[in-house]
């Protein structure tokens, strides 16, 4: 993009770079997303989470498990996508300090599917801020699998 305005790049079109990118403070409502969840602690540090999730705007309560939120949450996407979805790059900071501190996560998406004969694979990227760790890296990977085009499975 520097290249391309003349190896020169204001901090505003960087910005708005980044954003569109990662997809940073996009729409919360993508082609999937979390609109609430819990997290329980089971037996052997699996992590069970429950959530409304919202496909194409159509809820749906889903229930899935992991060694930790984010591979729990994409137990539930993958009840209701054909594929799979992988986690490649992992990362989140904090912003601020003290007891009010949020976090910024960044997720980087693998889908692979099946799509006309062919093997799709997409890659993308979810950055989010929020107050609450967690809540900020299950929101990233929704940022995430909604940017790759994840194909639904059909319904019963």
Do not use: Q
Not at 41 to 62: T, V, Y
Not at 63 to 71: E, F, I, Q, R, V
């Amino acid at each position: 993009v520097a290249r391309d305005l003349g190896d020169e790049i204001s901090y505003d079109s960087l910005t708005e770079l980044f954003k569109k990118t990662y997809g940073y403070e996009s729409p919360t409502e993508g082609s999937v997303s979390l609109r609430d969840f819990e997290l329980e602690h089971l037996a052997g540090g699996r992590i069970k989470l429950s959530g409304e999730f919202a496909f194409e705007g159509k809820p749906r309560r889903i229930t899935g498990s992991g060694n930790g939120p984010l591979s729990a949450v994409l137990a539930c996407l993958h009840e209701s996508i054909a594929g799979v979805l992988t986690i490649r790059e992992y990362s989140e900071h904090a912003l601020g300090a003290g007891t009010e501190v949020g976090a910024v996560s960044y997720v980087e998406l693998v889908y692979e599917a099946e799509a006309n004969e062919e093997k799709k694979r997409v890659s993308a990227w979810g950055v989010v801020a929020d107050t609450d760790i967690a809540a900020s890296g299950l929101r990233a990977v929704m940022s995430a699998a909604s940017r790759v085009g994840v194909v639904w499975k059909k319904s019963d």
